[in-house]
C-alpha cells in the first residue's frame, strides 16, 4: 500500500510540476511577446502581437486555475523553473519584429509538442488537460501566416529566419531538456535509467523533425 | 443640407478621434502595464498585473472593432496620438512595483473620468458605449485593494506614493489638455471659443477633484 500511495503521489507531483513549467511558460510568453509587440512596424502588427500574448496570459490562467483544483499554490509549481525559462528567453531576445513572430512561432509550435508528449506519461484528466491547452490555436496559424506574408514580401528573410529558427529550435530543445533534468520528481529518474534517457532521445528527435517540416513549409531550410 | 452633412459628418470624426485616442491609450497601457508587471515582487503579483494589462488590451479590441465598425481603419485614428501617449509614458516610468500599481490605479481611473466626460457631447450610441468601455471595473478595485495592502504592509510608503500620485495626475491632466488641442476637429474649435475655454478649465478642476477623493479614500494626502 506504501507503494501505490507513493505512485500516486509521484503521479501528481509529476502533474504539478508539468503544469508548473507549463505555466511559467506562458507566463514569461506573455511577458516576451508583449515586450517584443513594442517594436511592431505598425501598430495593426503591434495589436496581433499583443493578442498573442494575451493568449498565452489566458493559457497561464487555465493552467493557475487548474493547479489550485489539484491543491497546489501556482507560485510554488512555477518557482523551480523560472531560472531556466528567463535564461531561455535572456538568450534569444530577437533582433527585429521579424525575429520576435518567428520568435512566437517556434515557441508556441515546439513546446505545444513537448508539453503533449510528456503529459502521455500522466493521468488522463491531466492529458486532456494539457491537450486542450497546447493545441495548436488561431494564435498558431496567425504567427504562421504573418510569416509567410514577411518571407513573400522580402525574400532576402529566408536566410536570415532560416538561421534564426535553428538557433530557436536548439535553444529550445536544450530548455527541454533542462526542464525534464531540473524537474525534481521525473529529473532524477531519467538520469538513473537508460531507457528514460532513450525517451528523451526519442522526444527530442521527433520535436526536431516536426519543427523541420513546419520551416520547410515556410520554404525555410531547417 | 450642406451644413447638417457638415454637422454630421464633424459628430462622426469627434467620435473616431475620441475613439481612436481611447484606443491607442489601451493599447499603450497593455505594453507599459505588461512591462512593469516583470517587476513584480512575487510571480502571484505579477499574474495581477499581467491581468489588468490583458483588461487594456479587452478594451483595446472593442474600441477597434467599434471604429471599423464605423468605417474608420483603427490604425488611422489612433496615430495622431501616439506621440503624446508614449511621450506620457516616457515621463512617468514607474520606479518600482508600488509605483506601478499606483501609475495604473490612476491612469485607470483618471482617464475613465476623462473620456465620459468627453463623450457627453457626443452621439448617444458612442456615449453609451464608452460608458461600457471607460467604468471603474474589477481591475480599478483589484488595484485599489493592492495599494491599500501595500500601504498598509508598509506606512512609509504613503508619502513616496502621495508624491508619485500627485506627479502622475499632473501628467495626466497635461497629457489630456494635449490629447484636446491636438485632436483635428475638437482642438481648434477649444481654441477659438471662450466657452470652450472654460469648459476645458472646469472638466480639468473636475478630474482633479475626483482623483483627490481617490487618493484620500487610501489615507494619502492629494
Known amino acids: 500500500m506504501g507503494t501505490s500511495l507513493d505512485a500516486a503521489t509521484s503521479a501528481g507531483q509529476l502533474s504539478a510540476e508539468l503544469l508548473g513549467a507549463m505555466a511559467y511558460g506562458e507566463l514569461s510568453a506573455f511577458g516576451r511577446l508583449s515586450l517584443d509587440s513594442r517594436e511592431a512596424p505598425t501598430l495593426h502588427d503591434r495589436s496581433v502581437l499583443a493578442k498573442i ?18 491543491g497546489v499554490d501556482p507560485e510554488h509549481a512555477m518557482l523551480p523553473f523560472q531560472r531556466s525559462f528567463d535564461h ?13 513572430v ?9 513546446s505545444s509538442d513537448f508539453y503533449r508528449a510528456v503529459s502521455m506519461f500522466l493521468d488522463s484528466t491531466t492529458q486532456h488537460f494539457v491537450e486542450r491547452v497546447a493545441s495548436p490555436d488561431q494564435a498558431t496559424e496567425v504567427l504562421r501566416v504573418l510569416l509567410n506574408r514577411a518571407l513573400a514580401d522580402d525574400p532576402r528573410l529566408a536566410s536570415r529566419l532560416a538561421l534564426w529558427g535553428r ?14 533534468v531540473e524537474h525534481p520528481v521525473l529529473g532524477p529518474a531519467l538520469k538513473n ?30
Chains 1, 2 share one sequence.
Open 102 to 110: 518567428m520568435k512566437a512561432y517556434v515557441i508556441d509550435t515546439v
Open 167 to 180: 538557433r530557436l529550435v536548439g535553444e529550445a530543445l536544450t530548455q527541454a531538456q533542462r526542464v525534464g
Open 53 to 70: 500574448a494575451v493568449g498565452a496570459y489566458g493559457n497561464f490562467a487555465l493552467l493557475s486555475d487548474r493547479l489550485w483544483e489539484i
Open 88 to 100: 531561455f528567453h535572456e538568450r534569444t531576445k530577437p533582433g527585429d519584429w521579424f525575429e520576435s
Open 193 to 222: 535509467t537508460p531507457d528514460a534517457r532513450a525517451a528523451v532521445k526519442t522526444l527530442t528527435a521527433e520535436l526536431a523533425a516536426k519543427h523541420a517540416r513546419r520551416m520547410t513549409g515556410l520554404g525555410l531550410t531547417a
